[in-house]
């Protein structure tokens, strides 16, 4: 999944010009990520100039 470090962003928006499904919302600010629409494709993770945005590997398994 994506992890945001709002404390670095600056709120350029082009990570959510770049997203393909969308799933960027971009408020004042705030960034929020529709963890169930992303496809984790990392493009936003590439094109943030601040580095604001990071991937981490989760594992879809969860205890029940
Ligand atoms: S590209 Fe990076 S700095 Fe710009 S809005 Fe997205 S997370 Fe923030
Ligand atoms: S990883 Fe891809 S689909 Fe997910 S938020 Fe970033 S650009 Fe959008």
């Not at 997203?19 to 990520?33: K, M, T």
């Amino acid at each position: 999944m994506i992890l945001v470090r709002e404390d670095l962003c600056d709120f350029c928006g082009v990570c959510v010009s770049v997203c393909p499904p969308d799933c960027i919302e971009l408020r004042e600010a705030e960034i929020r990520i529709d963890h169930e629409a992303c496809t984790e494709c990392k493009l936003c993770v590439y094109v943030c100039p601040v580095e604001t945005l990071e991937y981490v590997e989760t594992s879809h398994e969860r205890a029940v």
